[in-house]
């Protein structure tokens, strides 16, 4: 997703390079089933998208400092951590392409290591020496969770609306691309008014590149998309495609989402991608990614103009991109 970006090919890849050496570091234990656990999940590698806002929000200020790489891995600690409870949660058995934690090691060994990377997270952030860092990251995380237990709720409701869908994505998902963007901000010196477009920045991006992964629910190639087709609706997620069908589809699309919803059966699978494709909520679905995607580059106007912030505008451009 960004090797094709330039920036990424003349910068960036060396920036992850630094740091990968933290977060190696980092997950290492005493304790051998944490080192192994830790190492297997962050060994999968992933888009590394949050640690790369992180340190673009700061490069696009003129930081340039060791504690950006700490910061970012510290963000990427904390989105591994979820994910690691969220397979729980999910009874998800592949993630990035493999096999998750939890089906290899037993839910109770993912769920610990997930603990403790949250907590070797905080670990990182307080080497920040920032209050402010501290704040942002304990906000946020008590969000993300929140997030979580509304995601939770939301199983199965054929009753949510849009409003409220967009509200669980923002809490689970796009917060930590808000936080990962405000630290590295923070860190760089920003004034208000560019702390509080870059944490603006990360929100939108974050919320554009959920609504594309539930497009990828349905349009997705398992390969590409680390993990199968149809998951959402086998957990009875009311994801957008779906509260679409269920508001502007046929009577007969609306009563099989509903249906399919409530019985949380992957069986249902076939006949509900029948009815998306042959309605327009996928598209609906992109031209809300892509106005997200939008109101994040407009974000990035107060900011000087240079490779980092470029680079940020292609990135916002790119989370929309996968499904193109």
Same mark, same amino acid.
């Given at each position: 997703?960004?090797?094709?970006?330039?920036?990424?090919?003349?910068?960036?890849?060396?920036?992850?390079?630094?740091?990968?050496?933290?977060?190696?570091?980092?997950?290492?234990?005493?304790?051998?089933?944490?080192?192994?656990?830790?190492?297997?999940?962050?060994?999968?590698?992933?888009?590394?998208?949050?640690?790369?806002?992180?340190?673009?929000?700061?490069?696009?200020?003129?930081?340039d400092n060791d504690g950006l790489y700490s910061l970012?891995?510290?963000v990427e600690f904390i989105h591994t951590s979820t994910?690691?409870?969220?397979?729980?949660?999910?009874?998800?058995?592949?993630?990035?392409?493999?096999?998750?934690?939890?089906?290899?090691?037993?839910?109770?060994?993912?769920?610990?290591?997930?603990?403790?990377?949250?907590?070797?997270?905080?670990?990182?952030?307080?080497?920040?020496?920032?209050?402010?860092?501290?704040?942002?990251?304990?906000?946020?995380?008590?969000?993300?969770?929140?997030?979580?237990?509304?995601?939770?709720?939301?199983?199965?409701?054929?009753?949510?609306?849009?409003?409220?869908?967009?509200?669980?994505?923002?809490?689970?998902?796009?917060?930590?691309?808000?936080? /990962?963007?405000?630290?590295?901000?923070?860190? !760089?010196? %920003?004034? +208000?008014?560019?702390? &509080? *477009?870059?944490? @603006?920045?990360?929100?939108?991006?974050?919320?554009?590149?959920?609504?594309?992964?539930?497009?990828?629910?349905?349009?997705?190639?398992?390969?590409?998309?680390?993990?199968?087709?149809?998951?959402?609706?086998?957990?009875?997620?009311?994801?957008?495609?779906?509260?679409?069908?269920?508001?502007?589809?046929?009577?007969?699309?609306?009563?099989?989402?509903?249906?399919?919803?409530?019985?949380?059966?992957?069986?249902?699978?076939?006949?509900?991608h029948a009815h998306v494709a042959a309605s327009d /909520?996928?598209?609906?679905?992109?031209?809300? !990614?892509? %106005?997200? +995607?939008?109101?994040? &580059? *407009?974000?990035? @106007?107060?900011?000087?103009?240079?490779?980092?912030?470029?680079?940020?505008?292609?990135?916002?451009?790119?989370?929309?991109?996968?499904?193109?």
């Open positions: 997703m960004l090797e094709n970006l330039p920036y990424f090919q003349q910068n960036l890849a060396a920036d992850l390079g630094r740091v990968d050496v933290v977060i190696n570091r980092a997950v290492q234990s005493e304790v051998a089933l944490i080192s192994q656990i830790g190492t297997y999940i962050i060994s999968a590698g992933g888009k590394r998208l949050r640690p790369v806002i992180t340190i673009l929000s700061g490069r696009a200020l003129g930081c970012a891995a510290m994910l690691l409870h969220d397979d729980v949660v999910d009874e998800s058995e592949l993630r990035r392409g493999r096999k998750t934690a939890n089906n290899l090691f037993g839910n109770a060994a993912a769920v610990l290591v997930g603990d403790f990377l949250y907590t070797r997270a905080f670990q990182l952030m307080v080497g920040s020496g920032s209050m402010k860092i501290l704040e942002v990251m304990a906000d946020a995380t008590n969000i993300i969770a929140e997030g979580e237990v509304m995601q939770l709720m939301n199983i199965g409701n054929i009753d949510i609306t849009e409003a409220q869908y967009l509200q669980v994505i923002q809490y689970k998902t796009a917060k930590l691309f808000e936080a /990962a963007a405000q630290v590295g901000a923070i860190l !760089a010196g %920003a004034s +208000a008014e560019q702390e &509080a *477009a870059l944490r @603006d920045y990360g929100m939108y991006v974050g919320t554009a590149f959920q609504i594309i992964d539930d497009v990828l629910d349905y349009s997705g190639d398992p390969e590409q998309i680390g993990k199968n087709v149809g998951d959402d609706l086998a957990e009875g997620k009311p994801t957008l495609p779906l509260i679409y069908l269920m508001n502007q589809g046929s009577q007969a699309a609306a009563a099989d989402v509903r249906a399919a919803l409530q019985n949380a059966d992957r069986s249902y699978f076939e006949k509900i /909520a996928l598209s609906y679905c992109i031209e809300q !990614a892509k %106005a997200a +995607a939008g109101k994040a &580059a *407009a974000c990035l @106007d107060v900011l000087p103009d240079n490779e980092a912030t470029r680079a940020m505008r292609q990135l916002a451009e790119v989370s929309v991109a996968r499904v193109m």
